[in-house]
């Protein structure tokens, strides 16, 4: 049983006795005296695709789905679907950018870290590594003699999503990004 306040994107809970996957969590913090922390999440129901929301207190509790973690490494993009591998029978499975929503900007071809959620040998999405390293494809020119100051400027990295980074960085250096919240960790 996982506590409403624990529920992190990826994760697979029963809801009404039907797999769900959790996709957005919204936290709410009500300024009235003795209101609880309210999350809005967002689900998507494995067997059917269809989005539901909830709202939850933190302490409701949510039954965790039956479901396979295999390792896997992203392939290839076939058109519009993603293709990836099982590190261990060496299976493909495929997901659509819809089913990717949010995650598309951190696959690189050959990215290793992945986990594949599989219920009845079936995938029905991904968990990122914590952090993965691109390389800056295009930001203003490095300021002399700026420092690891807290000034910051637009970078587009390889797969095409802008992060800020400090502003001594230069076009085709390797910075590590944090994928749950899109920000500059360090240099790689």
């Known amino acids: 049983m996982a506590k409403a306040?624990?529920?992190?994107?990826?994760?697979?809970?029963?809801?009404?006795?039907?797999?769900h996957v959790v996709k957005q969590i919204?936290?709410?913090n009500p300024s009235s005296r003795g209101a609880s922390t309210l999350y809005k999440v967002r689900f998507n129901n494995l067997k059917t695709g269809q989005k539901l929301d909830e709202s939850l207190k933190g302490d409701d509790f949510l039954k965790?789905?039956?479901?396979?973690r295999a390792k896997a490494q992203f392939s290839y993009l076939d058109g519009d679907n993603y293709v990836f591998m099982n590190e261990e029978d060496y299976s493909q499975y495929s997901l659509s950018s819809e089913e990717l929503e949010g995650q598309i900007g951190y696959l690189t071809e050959g990215l290793e870290g992945i986990v594949?959620?599989?219920?009845?040998?079936?995938?029905?999405?991904?968990?990122?590594p914590s952090s993965v390293v691109m390389s800056i494809v295009e930001t203003t020119p490095a300021i002399k003699g700026a420092t690891a100051s807290a000034r910051t400027k637009t970078a587009r990295l390889t797969t095409g999503i802008e992060i800020q980074v400090p502003e001594y960085l230069e076009m085709s250096e390797l910075v590590k990004v944090n994928t749950e919240t899109g920000k500059f960790m360090s240099r790689a």
Not at 116 to 128: F, K, M, R, S, T
């Open 116 to 128: 594949a959620l599989l219920v009845d040998d079936e995938v029905i999405g991904i968990e990122l």
């Open 5 to 19: 306040s624990e529920l992190k994107k990826g994760m697979v809970v029963e809801v009404n006795g039907v797999p």
């Open 64 to 68: 965790e789905a039956a479901y396979v």
């Open 26 to 28: 919204e936290v709410r």
